[in-house]
């Protein structure tokens, strides 16, 4: 403890040097000493620390008052209780200071205040019952505007008391009713900031007062605020019912039929700001109050419906022929900084979208009046409402998702005449005109625009498998243009090679044979990418393309031999390279299985280049697993792909991995070993067979009996086409009947 003391006294005194870069240090270091767990100070040592760091607060380098508010977290955790005081008053007190020359010291004091209250420890609710307390006691004479010379000092307080409030408000019960009644004139005030600050002290307020206050509020704003003419007054109040209906949802539940009507009818005054928020307002409704507002939702979709489309300043006609509006706004050519229209749309959106995501019972409703409108709006002028309008449908999406699950689980049991019953097929009359909304958007110069259609058609194929049967050629050429433009991006092309794996695995490979060309030119282009995850994911997307383009079990759709030439050397150079990613090297060795597997009888020659490739992966611990399932693919193929010139290192390999914990690897060893032995018996050597005869009795095991079915199986190959090692095999069988018999 004396070493300890004697490392804050020197930090202490370093923090009074006239060198601001020995304050600095000093500041830093005690940091990171109050941080430390073992640290034991005494009262004397304790206030020193406590002086020293209010001290530094008003340090003439910015950098150290920073490092001060830092050091009053750490601090206020461990300081005594008459220590914390000390710290909130002098911070109180520089915090309502008029002087001008200490306007610096000021603001770095009501930050902080706030970092004291943050960092307070949860487990001395006394302490911080105190605390708390205390400062609303310093601070509440100067909520009113006339006991404060400075609107800057004001709007600290007003944000200090905020914070209390959302934080610690169940401390201050004694105090609520007196800081209602200290807010609520301020709602009338003057500057649009102070009337925010109130609203937002308010709702936090709301959240922790007796429910006898919060009628007595709700009564004073309808006597007060609903009544009034002006224009601010109304805005004040909406903004005000978002900011308690978001707090205390449940509570203002009880009250929201006396201010629907209110709300619902501001919709009609000429004025953008007030509407966007009569949305903000009515989307907190749907979101907090689910059970109050549920009579009033078709009126809410109905105004939404209404505005979405409100534009005055531009008139969509023919729009939806062509891309010029997209592009003319991206140009700038509409853009009009006093026009916010836009936002008025973008609150219809977002109560739209409430309205879908709280309301999964009207799911059918939505997809037949929702769904149109907002389809209809993908060609917005603005590209963050075009953003909102996508994200908003597939929200859409979501609940369809969720809806068609819950019929699939209960397919025996759903009436017919149950109205989800027809979701799909209300999603399904969408499409037409989905996919041309789409299709416009995946070439539009926005990143944004054409990454949420991305997204939005990547959840499409999920919710619905094989919807795009009849459109994905529509969209390829939108595809390739996000894969192949200079200004995608690494998120954009990451999305759309998802897309791209989701559609394949869940439509018909018909489709993508009438597709393969352009397909495959354009992942093999994002094969020599430069970002390590978009040559992975399209090396996966090879895979699959790959896969059912070319079925060993059913004739193939199309010759694919035109595309072996493009194929196997953009996927050989990343498969031979060992100095790319973990991920890569993993997907290129399982994609280049792939192409032996389905393509085994175009690449003869090119099998043995790559053998003593697969033997070097397989000899490096990262690329074990994904190597030895590439192999099993290999050598499982039809196509009878030869391995014979590493056919002894394989075995030798695969012996040894036999004792490895990896259970995935054992498995993946077992069925390389067990085809090996049905195609290349009698060419292997006795040691090897004996050595492999020798670790199988210790797999069969009743712990594990998926490994035990794969060892016999693949002793069973090699006893059956092993000719030549008789006598090892009935050693060896000898040995595994008292293992087959105990299981």
């Not at 209010?54 to 380098?61: E, M, Q, S």
């Not at 992942?523 to 895979?543: G, T």
């Not at 049905?678 to 067979?689: E, H, T």
Request: with cysteine.
């Amino acid at each position: 403890m004396a070493t300890q003391t004697y490392t804050i006294t020197t930090l202490l005194e370093k923090l009074s040097s006239p060198d601001k870069d020995f304050r600095y240090m000093a500041a830093n270091d005690l940091i990171n000493e109050l941080q430390k767990e073992s640290l034991q100070l005494d009262d004397e040592t304790e206030k020193k620390v406590v002086s020293g760091v209010l001290k530094a607060l008003d340090d003439k380098n910015g950098e150290v008052q920073n490092l001060a508010v830092k050091c009053l977290g750490p601090l206020i955790r461990r300081a005594r209780d008459p220590s914390a005081e000390t710290i909130v008053d002098k911070l109180c007190l520089n915090t309502m200071t008029c002087d001008k020359d200490h306007v610096q010291l000021r603001d770095i004091s009501s930050m902080a205040l706030k970092t004291v209250f943050q960092e307070l420890p949860n487990t001395n609710q006394i302490l911080v019952g105190n605390l708390a307390k205390r400062v609303t006691g310093k601070l509440h004479p100067f909520i009113s505007k006339e006991n404060v010379p400075e609107v800057s000092i004001h709007l600290e307080i007003l944000e200090i008391i905020g914070m209390l409030l959302q934080k610690h408000g169940n401390h201050l019960t004694s105090h609520h009713a007196g800081l209602m009644d200290a807010f609520f004139p301020l709602l009338k005030n003057a500057r649009p900031a102070v009337r925010k600050r109130a609203i937002t002290a308010l709702s936090n307020l709301v959240n922790v007062c007796p429910e006898e206050l919060f009628d007595t509020l709700i009564k004073r704003v309808l006597g007060e605020l609903t009544h009034s003419a002006n224009m601010a007054d109304a805005k004040t109040v909406v903004q005000f019912l978002e900011g308690i209906s978001r707090a205390a949802g449940r509570q203002f539940g009880k009250h929201l039929n006396q201010f629907i009507g209110y709300v619902l009818e501001l919709v009609k005054k000429d004025d953008d700001e007030l509407r966007e928020n009569v949305f903000h307002t009515l989307e907190t409704f749907l979101q907090k109050c689910h059970t109050d507002v549920t009579p009033y939702v078709p009126q809410i979709v109905e105004v939404s419906l209404q505005y979405l489309s409100y534009d005055p300043n531009y008139s969509y006609e023919g729009s939806d022929e062509t891309d010029d509006a997209l592009e003319e706004d991206d140009e700038g050519q509409f853009s009009d900084d006093e026009d916010i229209s836009w936002k008025v749309r973008r609150g219809a959106v977002k109560c739209l979208e409430a309205v879908v995501t709280t309301r999964r019972e009207w799911i059918l409703d939505s997809l037949r009046r929702i769904s149109p409108a907002l389809i209809s709006r993908f060609n917005d002028r603005e590209d963050t409402v075009r953003v909102d309008v996508v994200t908003a449908f597939l929200s859409l999406l979501q609940q369809t998702d969720h809806t068609l699950g819950d019929l699939r689980r209960k397919s025996d049991f759903v009436d017919q005449h149950d109205p989800r019953a027809g979701v799909a097929e209300a999603l399904k009359e969408q499409l037409p005109a989905l996919i041309q909304a789409l299709k416009r958007l995946l070439v539009n110069k926005s990143i944004k625009s054409r990454q949420a259609s991305l997204q939005l058609l990547g959840r499409l194929v999920q919710v619905l498998p094989g919807s795009l049967n009849d459109h994905f050629a529509v969209l390829v050429p939108g595809i390739e243009f996000c894969l192949t433009d200079k200004t995608s991006v690494s998120n954009i092309k990451l999305d759309a090679l998802y897309f791209v794996q989701n559609t394949i695995a869940t439509h018909p490979a018909e489709l993508f044979a009438r597709q393969a060309g352009p397909l495959i030119k354009v992942l093999m282009r994002c094969v020599a990418d430069n970002f390590y995850k978009v040559i992975a994911e399209s090396l996966r997307a090879v895979e699959q393309l790959v896969a059912i383009l070319r079925p060993v079990d059913r004739p193939a759709l199309l010759d694919i031999s035109p595309f072996v030439p493009e194929l196997y050397p953009g996927v050989l150079t990343r498969f031979r390279d060992p100095a790319l990613d973990q991920e890569i090297k993993e997907q290129a060795v399982s994609c280049m299985g792939q192409l032996f597997f389905s393509l085994g009888d175009h690449l003869r020659d090119e099998l043995k280049q790559c053998l003593p490739v697969f033997v070097d992966r397989l000899k490096n611990e990262p690329t074990r697993l994904s190597t030895m399932k590439a192999l099993v693919k290999v050598t499982s193929s039809p196509l009878r792909n030869d391995v014979s010139p590493v056919l002894a290192d394989l075995l030798t390999l695969s012996t040894g991995f036999l004792r490895k914990n990896l259970r995935n690897l054992r498995l993946a060893t077992l069925e390389l070993i067990g085809a090996l032995s049905r195609d290349y018996g009698q060419g292997i050597g006795a040691p090897v067979m004996s050595n492999i005869i020798k670790e199988l009795p210790a797999l069969i095991q009743e712990s594990d009996l998926t490994i035990a079915q794969v060892s016999l199986q693949a002793y069973g190959n090699g006893f059956f086409f092993g000719s030549g090692h008789d006598a090892l095999f009935q050693d060896g069988t000898k040995r595994l009947y008292v293992d087959i018999f105990s299981l």
